[in-house]
């Protein structure tokens, strides 16, 4: 990684949790989001570390394609790009959105990796983060395999709340069916 994708990568995973932010976002200096991402990088298969450079590339300039703004996001406060970020999460073509995500897991892994910030936040501890409810059940539907009457196999599922069955000869893609109830 270049000098300034190692800049870009710190700067823009630093803006999902600015410091002195709400809840749990870390001190100043806390998190080291670039070691975090050049771990991820080094770590992950040939595609998905291109699909990383490609998302830290797309944000980095971002304020250029998505504002018309003859900068990159080290010329931005850290408010604007938690700004930018928050726009390209909920932008229109899908891969934006995607790579966006991409880079906000990254920032994840990065907080989660922190000792300090793991410790406040609770994740280990399971009775802290969750209550946990007693006699819950939920009720899923049985599939079985049963013979018709032509020797092929059907396959049938039978769900008690609303009557669907999936009837498929074996050789056949599956036929929805709902039975009406009666009485």
Do not use: C, I
């Not at 000098?3 to 995973?13: D, I, P, V």
């Not at 771990?39 to 797309?58: C, E, N, S, Y």
């Not at 000792?115 to 406040?120: D, Y």
Request: hydrophobic share 50%; aromatic share 6%.
């Amino acid at each position: 990684m270049t000098r300034w994708e190692r800049r870009w990568a710190k700067q823009l995973l630093g803006a999902f949790a600015p410091s002195g932010g709400p809840g749990l976002a870390p001190l100043p200096g806390e998190v080291d989001y670039e070691s975090a991402f050049v771990r991820m990088r080094r770590h992950a298969t040939p595609l998905a570390a291109l699909g990383l450079r490609v998302a830290l590339w797309m944000a980095a300039l971002a304020p250029l394609w998505l504002w018309g703004r003859l900068a990159t996001v080290s010329k931005l406060a850290t408010e604007r790009r938690s700004a930018l970020l928050r726009q390209l999460l909920s932008h229109r073509p899908f891969a934006v959105r995607e790579l966006t995500l991409l880079l906000k897991l990254a920032a994840t892994m990065a907080l989660l990796g922190t000792p300090s910030v793991r410790a406040r936040s609770g994740y280990d501890s399971v009775q802290a983060a969750a209550v946990v409810e007693s006699n819950v059940r939920v009720r899923l539907p049985v599939l079985a395999q049963l013979p018709a009457n032509d020797g092929a196999t059907v396959l049938a599922q039978a769900q008690a709340n609303d009557g669907v069955t999936v009837n498929a000869p074996a050789s056949d893609p599956p036929r929805f069916e709902r039975k009406e109830r009666t009485g």
